[in-house]
């Protein structure tokens, strides 16, 4: 607006917009329209709406211009009045802290005094933050690195020149790290997988930014467990996340410097250069580039169907099939993959090499068995294997057990023994990986803090498996590998693991059901068992509970095969032992 405003072709008249307008040099704006309509007898046109006049004769717009302000203010500098705006807060920059102290201005303050308290600092911003230095926030916000940041990206805005071109303002003056202020740019192709749905935003405002914001989940995220996953746990999956996309830009990203600031912790700021990552995920990656052909014929071999969810359908232990999965990159451009089916198996392979279940020689590590373990167990359908892999995931991050994670909320096991109490939080934490096949209508049933809580730390693993996934997607696409010339962007990325959430509904049903045996004299007869079904039947409307216990139990089963695979990986292997053999006798 400032930029046609201001030009001398004057594509724009007047500007209708808030104060700070005043920055970018629109020296006059409207800023409140007070129209006037006059009722006509008469409707509007197919409906029973009456009909209405403007009457600009009696209308009305107010305006500001800056000279008037400087003028009120007792005749300021410009740059005075500009810095005034800004420490006054707006979009662009916080409120000056102190400015919030009601102490000093009471419940409300005014730009008067705003200019006077940087008249006292002798005009200058540095020397005002340097005053209140000992402010916390004030050092928490680095206020004065963010001042000094938004007045270059004012002064050097992004525009659309009149050409078409997008370009800096006053680029010839720009500083030449101006970028760090009013923002890198991504490639534009990078930009069209993320407008077509194939790619999601996060990961690439991570590398945009140079910083990671982690917020806190549904249940508050008090857990230390939660708070160890996301600050120590999830790390090595985020720098190989952004360690993949930068290594498809210019240098310039993959020298870049990433912050992290977490909600618990305000006080600790983690960083990484980009360039630091080493091996380069995508250099260990690089040899999976197998043809339609080659797939096919794995897949008619073992009978499976193209239509088969992503992890299964391949045996994984055919080490012949492995060897020849060893695909380098082609340099001929008439050999990029180009089905779905393809671009699918090659993006999931990848995906399993970086999470350590298949080596460089693509064959199936000690983690890798314990996978195809569970997932030969679970039915081959999307959701269940997908639990399979969480519940994998959470083996080896120790989190898959029945210790006491989340004190003090409410909704865990509360009946029985001590050892029924811990029996039925494990079988309903697993239970909590699986989705609950519900009517399309609103939950009601009992609810859960304990287990919303256990699934914000599933919600945060699956968030960052599926970031892995599109990461090694989008650089089969920016590396020339795969056919660019097509129109199925989003089904690509719904083919594709992890794109869904579920909820703790599972987890709860088990709960409930496992828990309410306890109240029986006999909870393992099977007339006890029929009752409880009945009767917890009841307290789930809209969903077949007969089946989705099924489902639950079935995943349970495979889940333990996996436990054992995994044998000392995989602590008190005994536990799991009794909690299963409890299980059995409730199924």
């Given at each position: 607006l400032a930029y046609y405003r201001n030009h001398p072709s004057q594509f724009v008249d007047a500007v209708y917009g808030p104060p700070e307008l005043f920055l970018y040099g629109v020296d006059k704006h409207i800023t409140r329209f007070d129209l006037t309509y006059e009722l006509l007898d008469s409707y509007e046109k197919g409906t029973s709406k009456k009909a209405?006049?403007?009457?600009?004769?009696?209308?009305?717009?107010?305006?500001?211009?800056?000279?008037?302000?400087?003028?009120?203010?007792?005749?300021?500098?410009?740059?005075?009045?500009?810095?005034?705006?800004?420490?006054?807060?707006?979009?662009?920059?916080?409120?000056?802290?102190?400015?919030?102290?009601?102490?000093?201005f009471g419940k409300t303050f005014s730009i008067p005094d705003t200019v006077?308290?940087?008249?006292?600092?002798?005009?200058?911003?540095?020397?005002?933050?340097?005053?209140?230095?000992?402010?916390?926030?004030?050092?928490?916000?680095?206020?004065?690195?963010?001042?000094?940041?938004?007045?270059?990206?004012?002064?050097?805005?992004?525009?659309?020149?009149?050409?078409?071109?997008?370009?800096?303002?006053?680029?010839?003056?720009?500083?030449?790290?101006?970028?760090?202020?009013?923002?890198?740019?991504?490639?534009?192709?990078?930009?069209?997988?993320?407008?077509?749905?194939?790619?999601?935003?996060?990961?690439?405002?991570?590398l945009a930014s140079g910083k990671v914001l982690v917020a806190a989940p549904s249940d508050g995220g008090d857990s230390v467990s939660y708070q160890n996953l996301v600050r120590t746990q999830l790390e090595p999956l985020r720098k190989q996340a952004l360690s993949l996309l930068a290594d498809s830009l210019n240098r310039y990203y993959q020298r870049k410097?990433?912050?992290?600031?977490?909600?618990?912790?305000?006080?600790?700021?983690?960083?990484?250069?980009?360039?630091?990552?080493?091996?380069?995920?995508?250099?260990?990656?690089?040899?999976?580039?197998?043809?339609?052909?080659?797939?096919?014929?794995?897949?008619?071999?073992?009978?499976?169907?193209?239509?088969?969810?992503?992890?299964?359908?391949?045996?994984y232990s055919d080490y012949e099939f492995a060897a020849r999965t060893?695909?380098?990159?082609?340099?001929?451009?008439?050999?990029?993959?180009?089905?779905?089916?393809?671009?699918?198996?090659?993006?999931?392979?990848?995906?399993?090499?970086?999470?350590?279940?298949?080596?460089?020689?693509?064959?199936?590590?000690?983690?890798?068995?314990?996978?195809?373990?569970?997932?030969?167990?679970?039915?081959?359908?999307?959701?269940?294997?997908?639990?399979?892999?969480?519940?994998?995931?959470?083996?080896?991050?120790?989190?898959?057990?029945?210790?006491?994670?989340?004190?003090?909320?409410?909704?865990?096991?509360?009946?029985?023994?001590?050892?029924?109490?811990?029996?039925?939080?494990?079988?309903?934490?697993?239970?909590?990986?699986?989705?609950?096949?519900?009517?399309?209508?609103?939950?009601?049933?009992?609810?859960?803090?304990?287990?919303?809580?256990?699934?914000?730390?599933?919600?945060?693993?699956?968030a960052h498996l599926r970031d892995l996934v599109e990461m090694s997607l989008v650089t089969m696409f920016l590396e020339g590998l795969v056919d660019r010339e097509r129109e199925d962007w989003m089904e690509i990325s719904l083919k594709l693991p992890f794109y869904t959430e579920h909820s703790c509904a599972l987890g709860v049903v088990m709960m409930t059901y496992l828990d309410e045996l306890c109240t029986r004299e006999d909870p393992t007869s099977e007339l006890t068992r029929e009752e409880m079904k009945i009767r917890t039947e009841g307290w789930f409307e809209y969903c077949d509970f007969a089946a989705n216990q099924k489902n639950a139990f079935h995943l349970w089963n495979a889940v333990y095969q996996g436990v054992k695979m995994a044998g000392k990986e995989v602590k008190a292997q005994n536990d799991w032992d009794e909690v299963n053999h409890w299980l059995s006798q409730r199924q």
């Amino acid at each position: 607006l400032a930029y046609y405003r201001n030009h001398p072709s004057q594509f724009v008249d007047a500007v209708y917009g808030p104060p700070e307008l005043f920055l970018y040099g629109v020296d006059k704006h409207i800023t409140r329209f007070d129209l006037t309509y006059e009722l006509l007898d008469s409707y509007e046109k197919g409906t029973s709406k009456k009909a209405t006049r403007f009457l600009p004769e009696v209308s009305a717009f107010r305006w500001i211009d800056r000279q008037t302000c400087l003028d009120e203010l007792g005749r300021i500098s410009p740059d005075l009045f500009d810095d005034a705006l800004l420490l006054a807060g707006s979009r662009l920059l916080r409120r000056f802290p102190p400015l919030e102290n009601q102490a000093i201005f009471g419940k409300t303050f005014s730009i008067p005094d705003t200019v006077n308290l940087i008249m006292s600092s002798g005009r200058s911003v540095a020397q005002l933050c340097n005053n209140y230095s000992g402010d916390p926030l004030l050092k928490e916000l680095d206020y004065l690195d963010n001042y000094r940041r938004v007045v270059t990206s004012v002064k050097h805005h992004i525009i659309i020149t009149k050409d078409g071109d997008i370009e800096a303002m006053d680029k010839d003056r720009a500083p030449s790290d101006v970028h760090d202020c009013v923002g890198q740019r991504l490639p534009e192709e990078l930009n069209m997988y993320l407008s077509r749905g194939m790619v999601r935003s996060r990961v690439l405002n991570w590398l945009a930014s140079g910083k990671v914001l982690v917020a806190a989940p549904s249940d508050g995220g008090d857990s230390v467990s939660y708070q160890n996953l996301v600050r120590t746990q999830l790390e090595p999956l985020r720098k190989q996340a952004l360690s993949l996309l930068a290594d498809s830009l210019n240098r310039y990203y993959q020298r870049k410097e990433i912050t992290t600031r977490y909600w618990f912790d305000h006080s600790t700021v983690t960083k990484f250069n980009i360039k630091d990552l080493l091996p380069s995920p995508k250099d260990s990656i690089a040899a999976w580039n197998v043809n339609d052909k080659m797939i096919s014929e794995q897949q008619q071999a073992l009978k499976a169907s193209t239509e088969t969810p992503y992890l299964s359908g391949f045996n994984y232990s055919d080490y012949e099939f492995a060897a020849r999965t060893v695909t380098p990159k082609s340099t001929r451009s008439t050999n990029t993959l180009k089905t779905i089916h393809e671009i699918k198996a090659n993006a999931v392979w990848r995906f399993l090499q970086l999470r350590g279940y298949i080596d460089r020689q693509h064959q199936l590590t000690s983690w890798g068995k314990v996978l195809e373990t569970v997932l030969s167990a679970v039915d081959h359908e999307e959701d269940q294997e997908k639990a399979a892999i969480l519940a994998v995931e959470l083996m080896r991050f120790d989190l898959l057990t029945a210790d006491t994670m989340f004190t003090g909320y409410s909704g865990a096991p509360m009946r029985g023994t001590d050892l029924d109490k811990r029996n039925c939080m494990l079988v309903s934490r697993v239970a909590c990986l699986g989705k609950i096949y519900h009517q399309p209508r609103g939950y009601s049933g009992p609810l859960s803090r304990h287990m919303l809580a256990y699934y914000s730390i599933v919600s945060a693993l699956q968030a960052h498996l599926r970031d892995l996934v599109e990461m090694s997607l989008v650089t089969m696409f920016l590396e020339g590998l795969v056919d660019r010339e097509r129109e199925d962007w989003m089904e690509i990325s719904l083919k594709l693991p992890f794109y869904t959430e579920h909820s703790c509904a599972l987890g709860v049903v088990m709960m409930t059901y496992l828990d309410e045996l306890c109240t029986r004299e006999d909870p393992t007869s099977e007339l006890t068992r029929e009752e409880m079904k009945i009767r917890t039947e009841g307290w789930f409307e809209y969903c077949d509970f007969a089946a989705n216990q099924k489902n639950a139990f079935h995943l349970w089963n495979a889940v333990y095969q996996g436990v054992k695979m995994a044998g000392k990986e995989v602590k008190a292997q005994n536990d799991w032992d009794e909690v299963n053999h409890w299980l059995s006798q409730r199924q």
